[in-house]
Structures are given as C-alpha cells and as structure tokens.
C-alpha cells in the first residue's frame, strides 16, 4: 500500500534553533500534501496546505514565517520550524493527497514527528 | 477543534462491551472518516462513509451518518483491551482537505 514517511520520527533541540522536517510519499506522486500540529492529548490541527510549486495556503493563526513549507517535487514536502521555542514542542504530522492506481485518489498519513524544544 | 465536537471525550468500558462515539461537525462533507491513534503513534485510518452513505461496517465497527444534523456515530463491538485508543472523526471537504473533531479516549478494561 501507499506509503508516507516522516524524517526525523523524533528531534530535540535548543530554544532559538530551526528545524526541519520532512514529509515524502514514497511509491506516488502527492499533488497537495498537508501538515498538522497536535499537542497532547488533542486533536490534530490543520496547519497548512501545500501544492507542489506553489506557495503554502496557511490556516488562520498560523504563523507563516514561523513554519515554511516547501513542497519542491511531488514526492517530497519540507516544514521548517523557525527560532523554535519551547511552545512549538509538538507532534507534527503529515499527509499526502495522491492516487497509487489510476482513479484511486486518496489521502494518506505520515507516521508523525515529535519535536521537543528545551 | 477546528471542525467539531466529539462526545463523549472520555470513554471508560468493560472487555465485551460495545463502545459508541458520537461526532458532530459544521459544515457540508464529502465524506467523514474515522481515525485510531494509540499514545504519541501515528494514525491508523479505520473507515471512511460517504456523503450519500447512511451506514457502513468493516468487522467490528459500525459507522453512521446523519448529514441532515451533521453528526456521525462510532460503534465498536465485543471491545478489546487492544482497542484501547483515541478516536478521531475527520471530515473530508473539496481539495481533500481533511479536518479532525477533537477526539474520544476509549479506555478498555481487562
């Protein structure tokens, strides 16, 4: 089956630093890939929506300068958390939009990334 | 939550029982699904209905949706402690924009 992945799993790093994240669907072609935040024990929010060659769509509160998207092929989506702070600690989560056989468009989710800010 | 509620938030069960989770939303759907998520994993997609679906079942689960008052139902039957989770209704809209209720802890107790 469709297969998204997410790298780093887990990272930790110091307070003012950036780190980023990467999102790839590995056996299709993601025409919009998507990223969400949950804290724990909450829901996921959506972040942000990315089309490949284009620029983000962000969702309202959402810091657009504080989390950059690159979508730079359609197989391949990079978040950046910028100067992070302590209260972006979070689990960030991906999705893909893309058919793995002709009609069959669907959505699929990465397995998450744990970011700890100290 | 960015699409609707979930009720109950928290659901504490005895192994065999049936566990039903109710889900509302706020505007029109292409379809709903339904998400599982054990502690700090990734989500496992459980089944998704349609908008012109009124039920669906896959094994021991049973989905409903009523789009006339924008709520969904979860049933789970002959629980497991295994299918101790959090559940999470996502509702799918054009662009496959997909945004999640807020989520039911079901506890299982052996």
């Known amino acids: 089956g469709a297969v998204v992945s997410q790298h780093p799993s887990r990272v930790i790093c110091k307070s003012g630093t950036s780190v980023k994240i990467e999102c790839r669907s590995l056996?299709?072609?993601?025409?919009?890939m998507f990223w969400y935040r949950q804290f724990p024990k909450k829901s996921l929010m959506l972040m942000a929506t990315s089309n490949e060659g284009s620029k983000a769509t962000y969702e309202q509160g959402v810091e657009k300068d504080k989390f950059l998207i690159n979508h730079a092929s359609l197989t391949l989506s990079t978040l950046t958390v910028t100067s992070a702070h302590p209260e972006d600690s979070s689990f960030y989560i991906c999705?893909?939009?893309?058919?793995?056989?002709?009609?069959?468009?669907?959505?699929?989710f990465g397995p998450g990334t744990r970011l700890t800010v100290l | 939550s960015q699409q609707g509620e979930e009720d109950p938030q928290a659901l504490s069960i005895q192994e065999g029982e049936n566990a039903t989770m109710n889900c509302s939303y706020k505007?029109?759907?292409?379809?709903l699904q339904w998400y599982r998520q054990n502690s700090g994993r990734g989500l496992v997609h459980l089944i998704l209905?349609?908008?012109?679906?009124r039920e669906k079942h896959s094994g021991r689960l049973r989905v409903t949706l009523d789009t006339s008052k924008k709520s969904s139902s979860l049933l789970i039957t002959a629980s497991r402690a295994a299918d101790t989770a959090s559940y999470f209704c996502?509702?799918?809209?054009?662009?496959?924009?997909?945004?999640f209720g807020a989520g039911t802890r079901l506890f299982v107790k052996a």
């Open positions: 505007t029109s759907i292409n379809n």
């Open positions: 209905i349609r908008s012109n679906e």
């Open positions: 996502a509702t799918g809209t054009g662009g496959f924009k997909t945004i």
């Open positions: 056996d299709f072609q993601a025409t919009t």
């Open positions: 999705s893909a939009r893309g058919a793995t056989r002709p009609g069959q468009d669907t959505q699929y």
